[in-house]
């Protein structure tokens, strides 16, 4: 594995079993010798605690910073204030997804710029030219996320406040002495927290967690079951649920929003980002949608697996899971449009598994985001 990014807590996850495989530039911990199973559960039930650092954060900071956001992204960042962050897309110029990031407010010009293994960086950098604004890729900050119903439990014995912080919120405090950013979001569908801190304060915050929680059921949990939670909770990840990843015939790659089911993050009344005429234009034009596939199976399907409505191709699978807290297999899938309505009977063909299936609307776990944003 050659990375150019390196994890504070790569030792850790060694000794949990992990071999470390590359991410966005970061060895990261896809498994570790414990069960997915477990983790899964630990998380839907408990908590756990894993590295996202390999999520990329951008500083954006100066008089220019919010016009320069506000024309990358889809959402209107000038109704932020310090302490609220947003979830956002970024498309290219014919209209097409290339990125999601959360942005972070922390003051009237300044901001923090999270996002994945797309373009995000580059198009503030090109962005940026001429204008008043500097953008500071921040390799130091590590990003340790705590989900799952407990993790407030724990946390408030330590952070005062923590349990009144709102979701989409974020505050900058101490944890075990040493300086955090703690922000109410995540990537598991549970009510969570991620904590932002140096390099050097990683080990001694994740340790301590792994430690005092260990009583309560929080355990450490590895990249792959964010592949879990996020099937049940309709959360998609770039590029492994996109066309760049299954490309479509006679057609270059890209996406639209309405395909992706992520037109929610355009805000109301805006008209102006990059690629927002196409945006526009495109709606009503989608040639897929995402959406959710039950299994009659105890078995999960896997990436690329295909649908049938008889002898007819109608979809296939980019994420599948079984959860034996819910005894359900399901998936996410890429259908054609007349089947993303809930109940279509099919046939999934796949390369270990055969067996019936049938549409249903995402998400399939707490579709109102009852616990997520809880407010106790």
Known sequence: MTSWRISALADRHRALGSTLADWNGMGTAWTYSSDLADEHEAIRTHAGLMDVSGLKKVHVIGPHAEALINQAVT?????????????????NEAGKFIDDCVIYRNGPNAFMVVHGAGQGHEILTRGAVGRNVAVLFDDDLHDLSLQGPLAVEYLSRHVPGIRQLPY????????FGRPVMISRTGYTGERGYELFCKAADAPTIWDTIVAEGKAMGIVPCAFTALDWLRVESCLLF?????????????????????????????????????????????????????????????????????????????????????????????????????????????????????????????PFDDPQKTKRMAKD
């Not at 989409?168 to 944890?175: A, R």
Request: proline share 4%; glycine share 10%; hydrophobic share 35%.
């Open 75 to 91: 959402r209107n960042v000038s109704k932020l204030y310090p302490g609220k962050s947003v979830y956002a897309c970024m498309l």
């Open 168 to 175: 989409f919120h974020h505050l900058q405090t101490t944890l």
């Open 238 to 362: 770039y590029p492994y649920d996109n066309s760049d990843m299954y490309p479509m015939d006679g057609e270059p790659i890209g996406d639209t929003l309405w395909e992706l089911g992520l037109d929610f993050t355009v805000s109301p009344g805006k008209t102006e980002f990059r690629g927002a005429a196409e945006h526009f234009r495109l709606q009503g034009r989608e040639r897929f949608k995402i959406f959710g596939i039950e299994l009659d199976s105890t078995e999960a399907a896997q990436a690329g697996d295909a649908l049938y409505d008889g002898d007819t191709k109608v979809g296939f699978v980019t994420c599948g899971m079984y959860s034996r807290l819910s005894g359900r297999s399901m998936a996410i899938a890429r259908m054609d449009t007349a089947y993303a309505v809930p109940g279509r009977k099919l046939a999934l063909r796949g390369a270990a598994l055969n067996c019936a299936a049938s549409t249903h609307s995402l």
